[in-house]
């Protein structure tokens, strides 16, 4: 069981341009969470999937986030015209079920802005 | 107010000492996790937790649902038990699978 995968490990884009993040779920498991971690404003949560089906997207900022889940096996989270503001640790998240469930982890993307 | 409230928010021991890190909750829980973050970012799951008491190792965590709190205690700390460590919680009601950080505690165990 390789884990939770996310790539790119470090992203870094100039202002404007677009980020595409990637994430692998553990082989089976339904539900994939996405969160972005700041030093101001910590660990908070962004959207999460349910059998592929969007179910929540109340952490997403308004414009330019977006995320999908084209097949069980990956979920990808894409910044259109990035800004300095955007720069974080993006972290994806899996489990078994929804709620009540544990969460596992995937080491991260930490993208910058300049 | 914040959903989360984690204390202390820094804590220096030297190695051997006990730690009590804990967590308190302004809404009902379904459920909550301690995690420890590791220096480049990456989460780790130390304890599920969503009542009662858990021990592995070193580490004991005890989550009291009634009183919306939870600790996590380290025992007999090392040098490498230094780092961030979180908690977060789940929502009770509705579809709240999402977690809910807190702010995390910063350990630094010395020599």
């Known amino acids: 069981n390789a884990g939770v995968i996310q790539t790119p490990r470090h992203k870094v884009t100039g202002k404007g341009q677009e980020a595409t993040l990637w994430c692998e779920p553990i082989?089976?498991?339904?539900?994939v969470f996405w969160y972005r971690q700041t030093i101001v404003q910590g660990l908070e949560f962004l959207t999460y999937?349910?059998?592929?089906?969007?179910?929540?997207d109340s952490g997403m900022p308004k414009e330019r986030f977006s995320a999908q889940m084209p097949n069980q096996s990956h979920s990808t989270l894409k910044i259109q015209s990035t800004q300095p503001q955007d720069s974080a640790v993006y972290l994806c998240a899996s489990s078994d079920r929804l709620g009540g469930a544990e969460q596992f982890f995937g080491p991260g993307t930490r993208l910058t802005v300049l | 107010g914040q959903q989360v409230q984690q204390s202390p928010a820094s804590l220096v021991l030297q190695e051997g000492e006990n730690a009590e890190l804990q967590c308190n909750f302004s809404t009902s829980l379904n459920s909550m996790q301690w995690f420890y973050q590791r220096p480049e970012g990456s989460l780790v799951s130390l304890f599920y937790?969503?009542?009662g008491t858990k021990q592995s190792g070193r580490l004991t965590s005890t989550t009291v649902i009634k009183e919306r709190r939870s600790s996590l205690h380290i025992s007999s700390s090392q040098i490498t038990d230094s780092g961030t460590y979180l908690c977060?919680?789940?929502?009770?009601?509705?579809?709240?699978?999402?977690?809910?950080f807190g702010k995390g505690t910063k350990l630094s165990v010395k020599s």
């Open positions: 977060a919680m789940e929502r009770s009601g509705g579809s709240n699978a999402k977690l809910t």
């Open positions: 937790n969503p009542s």
């Open positions: 999937f349910r059998n592929q089906a969007p179910i929540d």
């Open positions: 082989s089976g498991h339904s539900a």
